[in-house]
């Protein structure tokens, strides 16, 4: 069964600090990798996927992801975070063929101070 | 924002009564999900349909059931509601593309229940 490994649990940023969280999977085979963001009292919205193609993929308001497929990681990182960036950060993977559903992260809530 | 609503959005219940929720969708996607969102867990599955009267459980299934009479609409039943089954519960679509789920999954707004 596939797993989602979210390493941190919380963070708390400074405004323009970088961000790097950490997200790793467990599955043997090919996958489908997912970002998900849950502001405060909203659901949940896509922020990038990656299933095919160059490893590095670029999503909404700034944000990337870095697929490293020997290391079973997905991180994802943004140069410099902005106070609108506090949400909750969810990974999610699902397997490339068949109608597997999402499997998530318990996802890592992310704090930006002034 | 894909169109799915979730109804309703509040709920305050007691131990042992049944409740339903109600997600309807806009899209005229084939699959539609139930999860439950705890501290500490994330999100997790709880029921899946991948058509009309087609469901399959997911990762926390035990006390609840499911139903999708139609394509827009899909229907999560605790039969008898429990204190553990106090979560917010998020109800997510994905369209079909050559006979298998969409890699992307859309979320509707929330019910946040709970159980007394």
């Known amino acids: 069964a596939q797993s989602v490994s979210q390493h941190n649990h919380h963070v708390i940023l400074s405004e323009a600090a970088s961000l790097e969280l950490g997200c790793n999977y467990s599955y043997g085979g090919t996958v489908n990798l997912f970002w998900y963001v849950q502001y405060p009292g909203q659901h949940l919205q896509l922020l990038l996927k990656?299933?095919?193609?160059?490893?590095l993929v670029k999503g909404i308001k700034g944000f990337e992801a870095e697929f490293i497929k020997s290391k079973f990681s997905f991180n994802l990182r943004k140069p410099s975070v902005q106070w609108s960036d506090t949400a909750e950060y969810f990974c999610?993977?699902?397997?490339?063929?068949?109608?597997?559903?999402?499997?998530f992260g318990k996802g890592t809530r992310l704090s930006v101070i002034a | 924002d894909a169109g799915i609503t979730q109804s309703p959005r509040h709920k305050v219940t007691e131990t042992g009564t049944p409740v339903t929720l109600r997600c309807h969708q806009t899209?005229?996607?084939?699959?539609m999900y139930w999860y439950r969102q705890d501290p500490g867990h994330g999100l997790r599955l709880i029921h899946y349909?991948?058509?009309?009267?087609?469901?399959d459980k997911g990762e926390v299934s035990d006390g609840y059931s499911v139903s999708r009479s139609k394509t827009e609409d899909f229907l999560l039943t605790l039969e008898s509601a429990t204190s553990s089954q106090t979560s917010v519960y998020f109800c997510?679509?994905?369209?079909?593309?050559?006979?298998?789920?969409?890699?992307?999954?859309?979320f509707g707004p929330g019910t946040r229940l709970t159980v007394l």
């Open positions: 899209e005229n996607h084939r699959y």
């Open positions: 349909s991948y058509g009309v009267k087609d469901t």
């Open positions: 999610a993977v699902n397997e490339f063929s068949g109608n597997t559903p999402l499997v």
């Open positions: 997510a679509i994905s369209e079909s593309i050559q006979d298998r789920a969409s890699d992307t999954q859309y």
């Open positions: 990656y299933f095919s193609g160059d490893p």
